[in-house]
C-alpha cells in the first residue's frame, strides 16, 4: 500500500500575498540625500564618535572610583569598646543612646543629636555602582 502525498494547492500563497505591503522601487525618492556630517570621511566621524563615548565612559569610571573610595573610607568612623557588652550596655543605657544601636553601629548624627552636640547634619549617599548606558554598546563591532 502506498500512501497519497498531499500536493499543496497553488491557488493561494499566504507568503507571496504578505509583501504586497512593503514599499516598491518607486516610491523610493530618486534624490540623493544630502550629508549632514561636519566630517569630511566616515573614519573621522566615527572616531570622534567613539572618542565621546571613550570620554563619558573615563567620567562614568571616575565618579564611580570616588564614590567606591568615600565608601570604604573609614575615616569617616571611629570605634570605642569596652570590657564587654554589659558595660557597652550600661553607657548606652546612661546616655540614652541604647535604642540607636544597629548591628553594633550608631548613626552619629543622632547620636550628636541626642547628646545635644551641634554638628551640620548631612545627606549620607550610598554609592552606585558603574553602569554603562545603553548606547555605549552601540560602539562595539
Do not use: H
Amino acid at each position: 500500500m502506498s500512501k497519497s502525498k498531499k500536493q499543496p494547492s497553488n491557488d493561494f500563497d499566504p507568503f507571496a500575498s504578505s509583501f504586497t505591503s512593503f514599499p516598491s522601487f518607486t516610491d523610493f525618492s530618486d534624490e540623493p540625500q544630502q550629508d549632514t556630517s561636519n566630517y569630511e570621511s566616515y573614519e573621522e566621524e566615527a572616531k570622534a564618535e567613539v572618542t565621546d563615548y571613550q570620554l563619558a565612559i573615563r567620567e562614568a569610571s571616575a565618579k564611580t572610583r570616588k564614590s567606591l573610595e568615600d565608601q570604604w573610607n573609614t575615616d569617616y568612623y571611629f570605634c570605642a569598646f569596652f570590657a564587654n557588652q554589659a558595660q557597652r550596655d550600661q553607657f548606652l543605657q546612661k546616655a540614652g543612646a541604647l535604642g540607636l544601636i544597629k548591628d553594633n553601629f550608631i548613626n552619629g548624627q543622632k547620636l550628636a543629636e541626642l547628646l545635644g552636640i551641634d554638628i551640620e547634619p548631612q545627606q549620607i549617599e550610598t554609592p552606585k555602582l558603574f553602569a554603562p548606558k545603553k548606547d555605549w554598546f552601540d560602539i562595539v563591532l
